[in-house]
């Protein structure tokens, strides 16, 4: 049984371990293992990822596959690239699944509780960063609608990598 929930405070350490195991499992084989752990240890560190859970304009969601940690969002408002203009826009900052669940729909589950959330909230378009060599993302979010507006550069340990951004009306 799927559950997806708004999280807070108390779950600011498990979703700091989720991000940086996460964000591994997806990354590692396509990066040196020296980039990884420079991006890791500087600018993804556990302690920066717990102070990110009940900052303002941070939302995150947890998915448990019933007591299992399954994946989560950070959802951020108040951060328009150059690109979306005027737009009321709230970012997807990250969304990913726990790489046991994987191919168990819970990535859909999560982007239509990002979609929601942001209709409650009244915005009017969805935008996202992706790698431009993340296949399987671009895949997903094109399924989901999702056209490429920019591009911006992502800094991983000394590599600079190019991000396309994404967007998608709401």
């Avoid at 084989?29 to 991006?39: I, L, P, S, V």
């Avoid at 915005?123 to 609608?145: D, P, R, S």
Wanted: aromatic share 12%.
């Amino acid at each position: 049984m799927l559950n997806i929930r708004v999280a807070g405070k108390p779950d600011a350490a498990l979703i700091a371990d989720l991000s940086r195991q996460t964000f591994y499992d997806t990354f590692h084989a396509q990066n040196t293992a020296e980039n990884m752990k420079k991006f890791l240890d500087e600018q993804f560190t556990r302690e920066l990822l717990i102070r990110e859970v009940g900052a303002p304009d941070n939302i995150f969601l947890l998915a448990f596959d019933d007591d299992s940690p399954a994946g989560y969002v950070r959802m951020r408002e108040n951060n328009i690239p150059p690109g979306l203009g005027t737009h009321h826009a709230i970012e997807i900052a990250r969304i990913y699944v726990v790489k046991s669940h994987i191919g168990r729909g819970i990535g859909a589950r999560l982007m239509q509780r990002c979609l929601d959330l942001a209709k409650e909230l009244g915005y009017k378009t969805l935008w996202l960063g992706v790698w431009e060599h993340n296949q399987t993302a671009l895949a997903f979010y094109h399924k989901w609608g999702f056209t490429k507006f920019s591009e911006a550069d992502f800094i991983l340990g000394d590599d600079v990598q190019r991000d396309w951004l994404l967007k998608k009306e709401i």
